[in-house]
């Protein structure tokens, strides 16, 4: 996807011949568009690439902290499987022990299995910036459906699965919008980033893009294979850097997603400037047209003549 905000549709017309060879020019013309659609925030490029360089620098130990969780993961499930081989070879060759023997070696096996499946902790190894972040499209989506469900609809019962767990609320959303192709599969966070800061929270969310090549960056940095979208929970303490350089970007709100009043206002008409293409010479068109019409007329009334009765 390019830098430009317009989008380009470049794949051929149905309504378009081939055996017509005028020579076209290309023009653009007004046409109606949709008030409620939410515009992505204007941020000029030396700021995204201000904003990605903040975020690699506190992201500096997170591949080292995945590579090394992974490690430890595959180790605790190779002793796993080992523990379970042993047992299973221990049931076998227990014939001809006692009772007694029996319960202590699965006694021991139990404890050895308790041992290896038992997660180290690690939480003191993990970044700072890494323990309030989320990664992932579905993640962030989710996690934006249920804040905008949790404001809208309070008096609705949640979710067995988040009825049990408290989630933070997001602050800060990062998105990688100039390295996804095709670009609908990000087009519905404006929109809800809009419907949860219409409801004046007590703490907006700032959408933000960031610049190209900032997918792969990012995912490097994590130490992972890919990431699009980032964001950061409210519990993050104030970085004065990153507040600095987040403090102009522009938040996204909706006038008719904010609670209904009295006299719902009149949205203004939204133009947008649609791409087609025109003859050069109009006259000449418009003459080939008109002789078209007339061959086509006659030939018309010369096939009607003959299949009429003499």
């Known amino acids: 996807m390019s830098t430009k905000n317009a989008r380009t549709l470049s794949h051929p017309s149905n309504r378009e ?29 030396n700021l995204q690439n201000s904003i990605l360089s903040c975020i690699i620098k506190l992201l500096e130990d997170a591949a080292d902290y995945h590579y090394k969780r992974c490690a430890e993961s595959r180790k605790r499930k190779r002793s796993t499987n080992s523990a379970d081989t042993v047992s299973k070879k221990a049931k076998c060759s227990t014939t001809t022990a006692t009772k007694q023997d029996d319960i202590d070696e699965a006694i021991a096996t139990e404890t050895f299995i308790d041992k290896c499946q038992k997660p ?17 499209i579905n993640a962030v989506t989710k996690r934006l459906e249920t804040q905008v469900q949790a404001v809208h609809s309070p008096n609705v019962s949640k979710f067995p699965e988040t009825s049990t767990k408290t989630l933070k609320s997001l602050m800060y959303v990062f998105v990688c919008r100039a390295d996804v192709d095709p670009a609908l599969l990000i087009a519905h966070l404006p929109h809800l980033v809009a419907a949860y800061n219409s409801t004046r929270p007590s703490q907006y969310i700032k959408l933000i893009p960031l610049p190209q090549g900032a997918e792969f960056l990012l995912a490097q940095t994590l130490g992972i294979r890919r990431v699009t979208v980032l964001a950061v929970d409210v519990d993050y303490p104030d970085d004065s850097k990153l507040k600095a350089i987040l403090e102009s970007i522009p938040i996204l709100t909706a006038s008719w997603l904010s609670q209904p009043k009295a006299i719902a206002p009149l949205i203004s008409t939204h133009i947008k400037h649609l791409r087609t293409t025109v003859p050069k010479d109009m006259k000449e068109a418009k003459e080939l047209r008109l002789k078209g019409k007339a061959a086509a007329r006659q030939k018309r009334f010369t096939k009607s003549k003959l299949s009429s009765p003499t």
Do not use: C, T, Y
């Not at 020019?25 to 949709?34: A, E, T």
């Not at 003191?124 to 992932?136: A, I, N, T």
């Open 120 to 136: 180290e902790q690690d939480n003191k190894d993990e970044p700072l910036f890494l323990r309030h972040l989320l990664f992932g």
């Open 17 to 45: 011949k081939p055996k017509d060879a005028k020579e076209k020019k290309v023009v653009f013309k007004g046409v109606l568009d949709n008030p409620f659609r939410i515009q992505w925030p204007s941020v000029p490029m």
